[in-house]
């Protein structure tokens, strides 16, 4: 690990960046962070990027932290990291984001900084987003956690990798202090379209991991994991070796975030394309992305539904269209057809599938509970 840090005074706010081959990114972000009214620290933790990042930094700014993980782990680890540096310097707030999450106008930080509070954790409100769902706390971006709060809470747990990071982080927040929407404190977070199927690997284990731990906080991840599990099942048969691994890994008891980018898996999923014209009379235009979902008229059985992101109506409605993005007015999608008896034979499916993962958790709860906490207490930077 190699960390480049020239500050001499310091200032009473950070901000945690972890960022890995999205130096293009991380470059816009820094430098809006820097108009801001009220000026903060920088932290840049990069997962050991291949583009250059690091050294690229090294010569451009002389007035922010550089920290090189020296390999990829992930975006918790590269929150982690920050986290744990930016606490040890004795930082009194450090705001954690995405590197891609970036500051709408120059009085973000200021109008966070203005809610702050001993038992608050202020949280921007991202205009990408849906207003509609303005009050959803997305826990790792532009989020102030106080030096006090994270004395009590500790830091993102990095060994998730990716996905379910933020979610464990804010049940963990959330047992002693309270999030806060902050409505004029704006960013934007474009959404991504990009997939790679290895990553089905953090989201398998990850929402297991997270089942375990916090079911009777909220019923949902259970529910996920048999969307994502059958869903990809669904269009992609290498996704079935992606899920074996993760049981062998849960059975064998290792922490494995590196193994599966080096196995030789194909993206073999297929999307079609089409004109956004074909989709009008469903009244999809290109806002449909942010809308996330819509449903159309006729029976259980019988319905419509079109969604961007996976949905457990696929298991059962008549038609099911999947999209992935709308760009440029085309779009690229998958269909998925169900009869009756598609339907009743999915059903059996989803039943034997949460028998075994409910008996699979009671065998491997402690192995799995070993994964989570694994190492997690850290280096000392000083």
């Known amino acids: 690990m190699e960390i480049v840090d020239k500050l001499q005074n310091r200032k009473d706010i950070v901000v945690i960046l ?3 081959n999205q130096y293009e990114a991380t470059k816009k972000n820094i430098e809006l962070i820097k108009k801001q009214t009220l000026k903060i620290d920088i932290i840049i933790v990069d997962n050991n990027s291949s583009d250059d990042t690091f050294n690229k930094f090294k010569k451009e700014y002389e007035d922010i932290i550089l920290i090189n993980t020296g390999d990829n782990l992930g975006g918790s680890g590269g929150f982690y990291y ?10 009194n707030y450090i705001i954690l984001n995405d590197n891609d999450a970036y500051p709408y106008d120059e009085y973000l930080v200021e109008n966070l900084f203005k809610e702050v509070k ?4 202020p949280n921007g409100f991202n205009i990408s987003d849906d207003f509609k769902k303005k009050y959803m706390i997305n826990k790792l971006h532009w989020s102030i956690y106080s030096h006090n709060m994270i004395e009590a809470v500790g830091f993102v747990n990095k ?26 404190a704006k960013y934007i977070h474009p959404m991504k379209t990009t997939f790679n199927l290895k990553m089905l690997y953090f989201l398998y284990r990850n929402f297991i991991f997270l089942e375990l731990l916090y079911n009777q906080q909220k019923k949902m991840f259970f529910p996920n994991l ?30 494995d975030n590196k193994s599966i980018f080096s196995m030789n898996i194909e993206n ?16 999809i235009n290109d806002r449909f992305l942010i809308n996330k979902e819509k449903k159309f008229n006729g029976s259980l059985i019988n319905k419509t539904v079109i969604s961007h992101a996976p949905t457990i109506d696929f298991l059962y409605a008549k038609k099911y269209i999947y999209i992935k993005s709308i760009e440029n007015n085309n779009v690229e999608y998958i269909e998925i057809k169900n009869n ?13 599938f949460i028998i075994f993962i409910k008996l699979f958790l009671i065998v491997y709860r402690n192995k799995i509970l070993m994964m989570v906490n694994y190492n997690n207490d850290g280096e000392n930077f000083d």
């Open 226 to 255: 048999i969307t994502t599990y059958f869903f990809y099942k669904k269009i992609s048969n290498n996704s079935k070796i992606i899920f074996k691994k993760v049981f062998k890994d849960i059975r064998n008891g290792i922490l």
């Open 82 to 91: 920050g986290q744990k540096y930016a606490y040890d310097k004795n930082y």
């Open 159 to 184: 060994n998730y990798f990716i996905y379910g990071d933020d979610v464990d982080y804010g049940y963990r927040v959330e047992k002693l202090f309270i999030y806060k929407k902050i409505l004029n």
């Open 340 to 352: 009756f008896f598609d339907v009743f034979l999915n059903i059996f499916k989803v039943i034997f």
């Open 18 to 20: 972890p960022t890995f």
């Open 268 to 283: 073999d999923i297929i999307f079609k394309k089409d004109n956004l014209n074909k989709f009008k009379r469903y009244g």
């Open 118 to 121: 001993k038992d608050v954790v």
